[in-house]
């Protein structure tokens, strides 16, 4: 099992930064694929980005490809969302997954991770 927990968020402007981070405990960091979605209020999960065992496979939904980086540090159980450009439509709580096996098929879906954060409230005003 391994204990997921977030933190980075905030209220920003349109164009600002965020850093998101999210700490892991438990079972060793590295096994697992780890990836960030983020909701809105009445709305369904959604994909931002994953990445794979050892960082050198990343994968984002196209509303934010080009803005947003994911990285990970297995040395210090953490993995990052660096989000550029921030927009007024990204404002969400984010959260952060870590799924046991890649599962190419269902990466974007909330199906294909095991275990999730709580999540942290990112909010872009106008």
């Known amino acids: 099992q391994v204990q997921l927990v977030e933190s980075g968020g905030g209220l920003v402007q349109a164009g600002d930064s965020l850093r998101l981070s999210c700490a892991a405990s438990g079972r060793p960091f590295s096994t697992y694929v780890l990836g960030w979605f983020r909701q809105e209020p009445g709305k369904e999960r959604e994909f931002v980005a994953v990445i794979r065992y050892s960082g050198r496979s990343t994968y984002y939904a196209d509303s934010v490809k080009g803005r947003f980086t994911i990285s990970r540090d297995n040395a210090k159980n953490t993995v990052y969302m660096q989000m550029n450009n921030l927009k007024p439509e990204d404002t969400a709580v984010y959260y952060c997954?870590?799924?046991?096996?890649?599962?190419?098929?269902?990466?974007?879906?909330?199906?294909?991770?095991?275990?999730w954060g709580q999540g942290t409230q990112v909010t872009v005003s106008s």
């Open positions: 997954a870590a799924a046991e096996v890649w599962d190419y098929s269902r990466h974007r879906t909330s199906a294909g991770y095991n275990y």
